[in-house]
């Protein structure tokens, strides 16, 4: 017995939850597809789909409270992240013995919030957030950096272990500046005014940042 999905590594998430939301975009389902491989007395193979057969059975064994399952379809439930065991059997051949099983892992994925980063403008390879903006050698022009917004997820995989990721929803998403005295706000563009500090948030989905304090300092790099 052969059960595969719509994705190598099967991650799902509820539909209510912000993970399904773009630009994430985390599949709220996946869909089973099972098959037997037959061979006969002549030696020649041939598969068979038993995804909707009657015999094909779908369990939940780890994460009941995960996931809901509707033929061969599984569903996020909005109960958080976590890694969902499924067994699949399929009784086709009269008696136990002749039981088919496959064990597989889904991972639920789940919004956890949101993370506000100061990063370079332009961005460059492996760079890194930094929340000072400084004058600009002998000018009198001071740095610029950009408010990127991500998105918290949280799963966990088979051995328990958690996982956490980030993914970028800047494009997708409104900042707000609390001190248009020191830094000016241009979308996510971040440039110093003057000496000071302005705390910067981002809104995506109705979800807001953490303050993300910028420090505009004399100092000239």
């Known amino acids: 017995l052969v059960c595969a999905?719509?994705?190598?590594?099967?991650l799902i998430t509820a539909a209510n939850d912000l993970a399904a939301m773009d630009p994430i975009n985390i599949p709220t389902f996946v869909t089973l597809v099972s098959t037997i491989t037959l061979r006969n007395a002549l030696g020649e193979v041939t598969e068979r789909d038993?995804?909707?057969?009657?015999?094909?059975?779908?369990?939940?064994?780890?994460?009941q409270e995960l996931v809901t399952v509707s033929g061969n379809r599984v569903s996020g439930t909005g109960a958080g992240g976590g890694a969902v065991r499924l067994k699949i059997?399929?009784?086709?051949f009269g008696d136990d013995a002749g039981t088919l099983t496959k064990f597989i892992t889904v991972r639920i994925v789940a919004f956890a919030g949101l993370e506000l980063l100061a990063m370079p403008y332009p961005r460059y390879a492996n760079s890194v957030s930094d929340v000072t903006l400084n004058l600009i050698g002998c000018s009198d022009l001071y740095q610029e950096a950009e408010a990127a917004l991500y998105a918290v997820t949280t799963s966990l995989l088979e051995d328990g272990s958690s996982v956490r990721?980030?993914?970028e929803v800047t494009s997708n998403s409104t900042f707000q500046n609390g001190n248009p005295n020191v830094i000016t706000l241009d979308g996510s563009l971040m440039t110093g005014l003057r000496s000071g500090s302005a705390t910067i948030t981002g809104n995506w989905n109705g979800q807001q940042s953490p303050f993300l304090d910028m420090r505009v300092t004399g100092a000239r790099v």
């Open 50 to 63: 038993v995804s909707s057969d009657s015999r094909t059975v779908i369990e939940v064994t780890v994460g």
């Open 5 to 10: 999905a719509n994705d190598l590594i099967p």
């Open 89 to 92: 059997s399929f009784a086709g």
């Open 165 to 167: 990721e980030l993914l």
